[in-house]
T-cell receptor, first 111, second 112 residues
Framework: SQTIHQWPATLVQPVGSPLSLECTVE??????LYWYRQAAGRGLQLLFY??????ISSEVPQNLSASRPQDRQFILSSKKLLLSDSGFYLC??????????FGQGTRLTVV | AQSVTQLDSQVPVFEEAPVELRCNYS??????LFWYVQYPNQGLQLLLK??????LVKGINGFEAEFNKSQTSFHLRKPSVHISDTAEYFC??????????FGKGTKLSVIP
């Protein structure tokens, strides 16, 4: 069966520090991969999606970037965090967008 | 382009009462529709999904939803809610490629 792992679960980082959140999927190949950010009252904001290795599409220009170095690995990064980057980050995978499978999320607090 | 609108941001309901969470979608192509539930500080869990066939879809935890093409709606219902149903619910749609679109969520609060 397919599983998705996302870590860390919580993270407190100072302003200006770098960020790396990792997501890996098991049990499937060539999945569509997604990074979402969830802020209070704003629902799920799609940040990045990827349909294959090295293929990244950005939905919202911002201080973050994403990479897909392997088929089932998706990384969210920042060189310098801002206070506004605080939020709950969710990784998800999908097979042809008939449904999505989500990781447990990372609560990022930038201080 | 797809869009999903959840008409209520918060819904309070008494325990054992029925509940309906409303969702409308817009799309120029055939869509897949789904509902997810999110408990605090957790990821989203699929409640149910509509791909094709019967317009009444039954999901986990006693929830069901009805696909109404003429009204472009996919409302979620439960005949009798429990305290444990307190959570945030997201309606979403997929277009069979990579596009996944979600509404802004509805917070269901079950009052004892």
């Amino acid at each position: 069966s397919q599983t998705i792992h996302q870590w860390p679960a919580t993270l407190v980082q100072p302003v200006g520090s770098p960020l790396s959140l990792e997501c890996t999927v098991e049990g499937t190949s060539n999945p569509n991969l997604y990074w979402y950010r969830q802020a209070a009252g704003r629902g799920l904001q799609l940040l990045f999606y990827s349909v294959g290795i090295g293929q990244i599409s950005s939905e919202v220009p911002q201080n973050l970037s994403a990479s897909r170095p392997q088929d089932r690995q998706f990384i969210l990064s920042s060189k310098k965090l801002l206070l506004s980057d605080s939020g709950f980050y969710l990784c998800a995978w999908s097979d042809r967008a008939t449904e999505a499978f989500f990781g447990q999320g990372t609560r990022l607090t930038v201080v | 382009a797809q869009s999903v609108t959840q008409l209520d941001s918060q819904v309070p309901v008494f325990e054992e009462a029925p509940v309906e969470l409303r969702c409308n979608y817009s799309s120029s192509v055939s869509v897949y529709l789904f509902w997810y539930v999110q408990y605090p500080n957790q990821g989203l869990q699929l409640l149910l999904k509509y791909l094709s066939g019967s317009t009444l879809v039954k999901g986990i935890n006693g929830f069901e939803a009805e696909f109404n093409k003429s009204q472009t709606s996919f409302h979620l219902r439960k005949p009798s809610v429990h305290i444990s149903d307190t959570a945030e619910y997201f309606c979403g749609s997929g277009a069979g490629s990579y596009q996944l679109t979600f509404g802004k969520g509805t917070k269901l609060s079950v009052i004892p």
